[in-house]
């Protein structure tokens, strides 16, 4: 991808709430870092289906349920403070470096959960770019702490501050 499209996708990339047919909005989030490594680096720590705590602080561990590592195995994965989210890896494309993944159950107000983590050269810098959409539980008359912003916002703080130290391992700091 050329540099003039990644800004492109990068300002396409902003946070946005959709409604679908039935009025149920679907949120969208995308958060990106861009690092001084290669392509190949980047994905190497970011793709680590058995240990996300690797680089997402957030997470404590991993736990493979089932199919190891290939498409369609299944993850525990624990936060800090406890709670564990069980999430199924949908798709791995080595060559364009990108994964799909999707929560399977959370602990999170958030339902149809489906996110993608690439990582995209841009001009001697690579981009580490991770994208989600979903809906909020709370379908009809949210309080503020479960309308579509409160979502955004959860879902976007988690992933710049996994992304803020994804660098640190990226870069070898």
Not at 150 to 164: D, E, I, P, Q, T
Request: net charge positive; proline share 6%; charged share 20%.
């Amino acid at each position: 991808m050329k540099p003039r499209n990644i800004s492109l996708a990068l300002l396409a990339a902003l946070p946005s709430a959709v409604h679908a047919e039935d009025g149920w909005p679907r949120l969208n989030i995308h958060e990106s870092i861009t690092v001084e490594a290669t392509p190949a680096r980047a994905f190497e720590v970011v793709s680590r289906w058995d240990a996300l705590q690797s680089w997402c602080p957030a997470f404590v561990s991993t736990e493979i349920r089932s199919g190891g590592t290939a498409v369609g195995s299944v993850r525990a994965i624990m936060l800090n403070n406890g709670p564990t989210f069980t999430e199924e890896l949908l798709a791995v494309d080595q060559k364009a470096l990108s994964y799909r993944y999707r929560i399977i159950e959370s602990p999170l107000p958030i339902v149809d959960y489906v996110s993608t983590v690439k990582v995209l050269e841009a001009g001697g810098k690579t981009h580490v770019v991770w994208s989600s959409s979903y809906k909020r539980r709370a379908r009809d008359k949210p309080t503020p702490e479960q309308n579509d912003a409160a979502m955004l916002s959860l879902v976007g703080g988690l992933y710049k501050a996994c992304l803020a130290n994804a660098r640190k391992g990226i870069e070898g700091r």
